[in-house]
């Protein structure tokens, strides 16, 4: 099974821009849609941002639409999150997450692992 590990989280303020790296481990990373996702504190899990095996189809949330962009490399087996314009609603916890290819990559159910998280926080 894949192995997932999240970095690039921070302390931002309101406008600025990060980038959120994924490496996978332990398996073949094409075999997998990948996505993004966030945890606010008292909110339940959310969808940000997901993308197909091949790179080929993305999905976003709306409240990110046309601010963050999600990617992939497969030869480095690595997916990123770029966020631009961020805001003080964007703070959480962004998960990274797999979900083998043949199940719906645009829903959280289909996402069977997940990393660690990193920490964003955006200031106002």
């Known amino acids: 099974q894949v192995h997932l590990v999240e970095s690039g989280g921070g302390l931002v303020r309101a406008g600025d821009s990060l980038r959120l790296s994924c490496a996978a481990s332990g398996d073949i990373f094409s075999r997998y849609h990948m996505g993004w996702f966030r945890q606010a504190p008292g909110k339940e899990r959310e969808l940000t941002a997901t993308?197909?095996?091949?790179?080929?189809?993305?999905y976003y949330a709306d409240s990110v639409k046309g601010r963050f962009t999600i990617s992939r490399d497969n030869a480095k087996d690595t997916v990123y999150l770029q966020m631009n314009s961020l805001k003080t609603e964007d703070t959480a916890v962004y998960y990274c997450?797999?979900?083998?290819?043949?199940?719906?990559?645009?829903?959280?159910?289909?996402?069977?692992?997940w990393g660690q998280g990193t920490q964003v926080t955006v200031s106002s």
């Open positions: 997450a797999a979900s083998r290819v043949g199940y719906s990559y645009n829903l959280i159910n289909s996402y069977d692992f």
């Open positions: 993308i197909t095996w091949s790179g080929g189809s993305t």
